[in-house]
């Protein structure tokens, strides 16, 4: 479904819109893009910047408190860990977690290449992916992504370092 933005006039998805609980299908009247420029210019005023300084000057206390409260619960912890997954796997490799969860099932929760098992709810799994092309490859477990990356993904090099082993092993 689209909608068209109030302030720079283009029709949009409704998910390029900030909630809105008041708003017409749930969302703003502005985009995200034009919300975040409004913003940008209200907040460089000189006396709305004094507004939020002494805001925060004055509140400062109440602020460190709940901030603090906030950080030692344990399920923050947590949720904090997966959202930053989450954010980290859409940005750069363009999965979604329920894409990384069927990766890691087809490959039986063990690393594409030397087949070593991950540990449960580990955080050093690899997201293997060709440089040029940005596709995703597998999952990886750090001795081989680091293996692939000096040999800069060429399977020359790769090859080269296979025949090289296997003469030093022969004893030639």
């Not at 390029?16 to 009247?29: A, M, S």
């Not at 449960?120 to 990886?140: E, F, M, P, Q, W």
Request: net charge positive.
């Amino acid at each position: 479904m689209k909608k068209l933005c109030n302030e720079c006039g283009k029709d949009k998805e409704l998910k390029d819109f900030p909630n809105h609980i008041d708003g017409k299908f749930g969302v703003t009247k502005k985009c995200k893009i034009c919300t975040r420029i409004y913003k940008k210019i209200y907040r460089s005023q000189p006396h709305i910047k004094k507004q939020i300084k002494d805001y925060n000057t004055a509140n400062r206390k109440k602020r460190n408190t709940y901030y603090r409260e906030w950080n030692k619960n344990p399920k923050r912890k947590e949720w904090m860990r997966n959202y930053n997954r989450q954010h980290k796997l859409k940005k750069n490799y363009n999965l979604t977690l329920e894409d990384f969860n069927n990766m890691l099932k087809k490959q039986q929760n063990s690393c594409a290449i030397c087949n070593n098992v991950f540990k449960s709810g580990a955080r050093y799994i690899h997201v293997d992916h060709c440089h040029k092309t940005n596709k995703v490859r597998g999952l990886l477990c750090p001795y081989c992504n680091v293996g692939i990356g000096n040999f800069f993904d060429k399977q020359h090099l790769l090859n080269k370092a296979i025949k090289y082993l296997d003469k030093s092993q022969r004893g030639v």
